[in-house]
Structures are given as structure tokens and as C-alpha cells.
């Protein structure tokens, strides 16, 4: 997509440059205040994105394959030095990186098969529905996602607390529970990720979802459709690219999910909820600082992250593509 | 909406029901925990230790009390998280609408062989995280001086906002016609007079958007300034809030009351521009 509009991008500028040049005598003068406005224009964003994005991204790389240990880069007392890929190994060798790529995984399979065919159906019903409040229902179910995920991660650690309202409500139901260490921690986290995102599907699928011209719908229903056939044959095909972009956000959003697990349980109890970012936090912020360690892990997120997203694109080509 | 005035059948009845019902639950659901909080930050946490599910002033002895509310204003320094976090919010969306719309139109109305390389690196930024610049970054804003200062805060949070903003900026002004510059050129204008009286001002509705999208994102940002900041005068909202997870997580009162305050502000943008927010949300997830 991105090469398509570059391509789109250069013919309009040239087109329109050799039509200024026609136009104003192509004067030297001309031609300089367009280099000298487009670089007044573009540098400024630009310095900063590379200071703050691009370099860093580059300079993550080079500290994973490094021995940095803190203090000037160069000309201190231990300068650093490429050490190759021994970080990647020793990451590979530890038990703690299965166990927070195991608990992203399962962020990414609650995210896909969760969130998304949740917002999915509410939104269907919403759109279909002949539903009165429309807004208020949107308005609501949306609204967990807008609130800082610090301030949800603190609410529901109260709320999961052992001396907190959920032992309490369970025991409504069951008064002979007792709150001790849960065998599968992870659970509570993926039920307050699926509680807080679900929202955002719901508002991007009914955004397209009321791009669809009902009266098709009803064409297709006059001639005797089902609701069910009207949905397989109509409104997927219609949606199936928004549901690859979805999936796509749904992933990259998995994998970076952080702040909440963070304030929630911060990895414990035991890492039993760790996940790659709070492992990588955890070497270069927590104890001794291992930054080669980090940057490697990091690194290696993006990999994955590159790696299930071309994955979707795959599948979007060999069983979507009814656009 | 395919509403079937005249179809009064006892299936799209309890199908109408059904849909209710189904919705009411999600609704519950969603702002249940919400409720909860707010109804609990009445309490003090001796009540709470009592009474976890009710009312407060359901159990003898207690009523409800304001009393967290002043505590947790003085000892959670929320004056100066509040104030730093407008101006985090409010310059970074400034300056990344202004910087990116620029780039945008450079990108898109004035011809320049570098256009594809650094258009397509903006590009690239789109997919990059965080996390694979959270240590180069610290490490930098360090070696520069700047750590625990609001500019090292804020260059980090200018230079994220970047790629979404020539993504959607460069798209929106593709499709304002060439002829406006072009005639505007002939009349003699500079691209910096066209940039200002021409681009700027079509340009408001995609600023709404990605003004949308860059306030929500600066405000409940947590991950960086958590590692960039160390005192509560440069420290944001949520970072500031997060102290009470910590020492004061057993006082349940003030916690919830701290935690009431850190989202009134987002919930009261949130409930103003409902609208443009949903808008936003779906404009921002064409990225892909």
C-alpha cells in the first residue's frame, strides 16, 4: 500500500511542477524558494523522528549485538564492544522468556478470537438491531477504552484483591470459597484485556459496518434471504479487509500490552503473568541493568510482531480478497 | 436503519428482546467496575473492609464521606500531576499537528526526489513500538541531560505523534486538487503563504481527527515517562496515580479516590467529544 501511494505520490508532485514551471517562467528564484519552502517544511518533523524513532530503532539493534554495560558509549573505562549474538542465545536458554512469550500468546488468541468476533456482534446487532440508544450502547461499551489503562489496572487489583469485592461476590454464589493463589493467574488479566478492548472493535466495525448501503440488505431479504445468508454474503465479504486491519491492530497491540499487566500484577505472582515488555523492563530497569539483554528481547518482539503480521496478510490473500 | 415498521411478528419481538437483554449485559458489565469504584471512594477503608458490594452508610457506624477525596488531592500531588499533564497533552498535539501537516504538504504538493525516502521512513514508523525504543531512548535523553525534565518529555512524545500525523495528513491533503497551489503558484504565492492561507485551514477536519487520537494517546501514556521522570514535579496523571498501587495500595479509601480523580479528566473529554473520538478511533485503524 505504502509503495502504491509513493508511486501516486512522486507522479502528482512531478506533474505539478513541471506545470508551475510552465506556468511561472520556470525562474531560477522559483525553482530554489521550492527547495529551500519544502525542506523549511519537512525538517523539522523529520530531526525529531529520527532522534526519537529511527536512530533508536537502529541503535536497539546495535546494543543487542553489543556488551554495554551503563557509562559513556565510548572512552570510558570499558568501551563498548560487538559481541555478536551471545545475548540472543543466553534469551533463547531462559526458561522466564517461554513464559512471557507463552502469556503474550494467549493476549493474542483472547485479542483475535475474543475482542474482535465480540465487537463484531455487538456492533452486528447494533447496526441490524432495531435497537432505540444506539449511542448510549456505543457510548458505553466503549468507554472503559478511553480511561488510562494505570487507573484500570489499580481498579481491578482491588477488585481481585483477596480481601477484595471478588471474593466477595463469589461468595455469593459459592459461600464456601476462599481466595488463595489462583492456579492460572493469567486468566484475570486476559478477562480485564478482553473487558477493556473489546470496545474499540465494536466502534471500528460499526463505523464500516454503516458504510454498507442497506438497501441491499433489503433487496437481498425481499427476494427472500435469510439474516444469516444476508451476513455471509453481503456484510463479511463487505468487512473482511477491516477484519484483517483489525486483526492486525489486535496483534501488534497484544504484543505491546504493558502498562496494565504492570500495575496489575507486574509479572507475579512467580512471573506466572510476565509478558516480553515486563521482561525486557525487568533486565534494563529492575535490579542490574542488562541492556544488551533488553535490546535483544526487544528486537526480537519486532520479529514477532513482523512475523504474525505477514502471517494475517497471508490469510487474508487466500481466503479474504472478496473486497 | 432497516427498521421493518410493519413486520409485528412474535419472533421480531422476542428477537428485539433478546438484543436488549444481550446489550444491557454488555452495558452492565462495562461500567460496573466503574460504579464500583466510584461508589467505594465514598467509603472510608475501615467501612470497606466491611462492606465491599453495598452502598456506603450500609453498615452501622458509617456514612458517606469526602474525606478520601481530600487526602488523596494532597498526598497524590494532583495539582501539579494535572497541570503537567495538560501541558504534555497540549504541546505535544500542538506542535505534532503542526510539524506533521507541514511534512504532509511538502509531501504531497511540492516535487522533491527525496520525497519517497523519507515519506516511506515516516511510514515504517507506523509499525515500530515502543518497546524496541524504551532503552536507546533512556539511555539518550540521559546522555543529553534531559531526564526527569518536561523537554525530555516531551521531544520523545512530539516524535512518536509523527508518523500517525503524516499518515493521515499527507492522505487528506492528496485529495485537495492540485489546482488550488497550482493557481495560487501562478498568482505568485510562496509554498510557505500557500502552506498557511490554503492547506491549513481545509486541513481542519483531519486535525480534528488526529488531534483525537494524539490527546487520548499523550494523556493515559505510561510505559516512557514512567522510566523518564523519578519526581512528582515533572511526573504525569498516570504515573502519579500508579504511587498509590504501591505504598498506599492497602488504603483502599484514598486509592479509590485517587484513582476517581486520575480518570474525571478523560471521561469528562471523553463524554464531550464522544462523536469525534469514535470517528478518530475508526480513522486511526485504517493504518495497517
Request: charged letters at 15%; one cysteine or more; proline letters at 4%.
Amino acid at each position: 500500500m505504502s509503495i502504491f501511494s509513493k508511486k501516486k505520490l512522486g507522479a502528482a508532485g512531478e506533474e505539478l511542477a513541471l506545470a508551475t514551471q510552465l506556468k511561472t517562467g520556470g525562474g531560477a528564484t522559483a525553482r530554489k524558494e521550492q527547495i529551500v519552502s519544502y525542506w523549511l517544511l519537512v525538517l523539522p518533523g523529520f530531526l525529531i523522528y529520527v532522534a526519537v524513532m529511527a536512530f533508536p530503532t537502529v541503535f536497539s539493534i546495535f546494543l543487542s549485538l553489543s556488551d554495554y554495560k551503563g557509562g559513556k558509549l565510548f572512552g570510558g573505562p570499558n568501551p563498548v564492544k560487538l559481541v555478536g549474538f551471545g545475548y540472543y542465545s543466553k534469551m533463547f536458554h531462559d526458561e522466564y522468556f517461554y513464559l512471557a512469550l507463552k502469556n503474550n500468546l494467549y493476549i493474542v488468541l483472547v485479542s483475535v478470537f475474543g475482542q474482535i468476533p465480540l465487537g463484531f456482534f455487538m456492533a452486528y446487532i447494533l447496526f441490524r438491531g432495531m435497537v432505540r440508544g444506539r449511542d448510549f450502547f456505543q457510548t458505553m461499551i466503549y468507554l472503559p477504552c478511553v480511561i488510562s489503562t494505570v487507573v484500570i489496572g489499580i481498579l481491578w487489583k482491588a477488585f481481585f484483591a483477596p480481601t477484595g469485592a471478588f471474593t466477595d461476590l463469589v461468595r455469593i454464589f459459592n459461600p464456601t470459597y476462599e481466595a488463595g493463589l489462583s492456579s492460572h493467574p493469567m486468566i484475570k488479566v486476559l478477562f480485564v484485556i478482553l473487558w477493556m478492548y473489546t470496545g474499540t472493535y465494536l466502534i471500528i466495525f460499526l463505523a464500516n459496518l454503516q458504510k454498507i448501503d442497506v438497501s441491499v440488505i433489503e433487496a437481498a431479504k425481499i427476494d427472500g434471504a435469510s439474516e444469516i445468508q444476508a451476513l455471509r454474503y453481503i456484510i463479511l465479504p463487505a468487512l473482511s479487509g477491516v477484519i484483517v486491519t483489525s486483526a492486525i491492530l489486535a496483534i501488534s497491540g497484544s504484543l505491546k500490552s504493558f502498562d496494565l499487566i504492570y500495575v496489575m500484577t507486574a509479572g507475579g505472582p512467580a512471573n506466572r503473568t510476565s509478558v516480553l515488555s515486563l521482561y525486557m523492563y525487568d533486565k534494563a530497569f529492575r535490579g542490574a541493568p542488562n541492556y544488551p539483554m533488553a535490546n535483544a528481547i526487544s528486537t526480537v518482539m519486532v520479529i514477532i510482531s513482523f512475523l504474525l503480521i505477514g502471517l494475517t496478510k497471508l490469510v487474508e490473500r487466500k481466503f479474504g480478497g472478496r473486497e | 436503519m432497516s427498521r421493518i415498521k410493519d413486520d409485528n411478528s412474535v419472533g421480531t419481538r422476542i428477537g428485539m428482546a433478546v438484543t436488549y437483554i444481550v446489550l444491557g449485559i454488555f452495558t452492565v458489565l462495562a461500567i460496573y467496575p466503574l460504579i464500583w469504584l466510584l461508589i467505594n471512594s465514598f467509603k472510608t477503608t475501615q467501612e470497606f473492609q466491611l462492606n465491599k458490594l453495598g452502598l456506603p452508610g450500609s453498615v452501622e457506624g458509617y456514612e458517606w464521606t469526602f474525606v478520601n477525596y481530600k487526602d488523596a488531592w494532597v498526598r497524590g500531588k494532583f495539582p501539579i500531576l494535572i497541570l503537567n499533564s495538560v501541558i504534555y497533552t497540549a504541546v505535544t498535539t500542538v506542535v505534532v499537528i503542526l510539524f506533521s501537516f507541514m511534512g504532509s504538504f511538502a509531501f504531497a504538493k511540492i516535487r522533491n526526489r527525496a520525497t519517497p525516502a523519507i515519506h516511506g521512513s515516516f511510514v515504517i514508523g507506523l509499525l515500530l513500538t515502543l518497546q524496541s525504543i524504551m532503552v536507546p531512548l533512556y539511555l539518550m535523553v540521559n546522555w543529553v541531560g534531559l531526564y526527569n525534565t518536561r523537554l525530555g518529555v516531551l521531544i520523545p512524545y512530539i516524535g512518536i505523534g509523527m508518523p500517525m500525523g503524516i499518515y493521515l495528513g499527507t492522505e487528506y491533503i492528496k485529495s485537495i486538487p492540485d489546482a488550488l497551489v497550482e493557481s495560487a503558484r501562478i498568482d505568485g504565492a510562496t509554498y510557505l503563504r500557500i502552506f498557511r492561507s490554503i492547506i491549513a485551514p481545509m486541513a481542519a477536519p483531519v486535525a480534528t481527527t488526529l488531534a483525537i487520537l494524539t490527546v487520548t494517546g499523550t494523556w493515559n501514556e505510561f510505559m516512557l515517562i514512567n522510566i523518564l521522570t523519578s519526581t512528582d514535579n515533572i511526573k504525569s496523571l498516570p504515573v502519579g496515580v500508579q504511587k498509590f498501587a504501591g505504598a498506599l495500595a492497602t488504603d483502599y479509601g484514598k486509592q479509590f479516590a485517587a484513582l476517581v480523580i486520575g480518570l474525571i479528566p478523560m471521561l469528562a473529554f471523553y463524554l464531550v467529544f464522544r462523536k469525534e473520538i469514535t470517528k478518530g478511533v475508526a480513522a486511526g485503524a485504517v493504518k495497517g
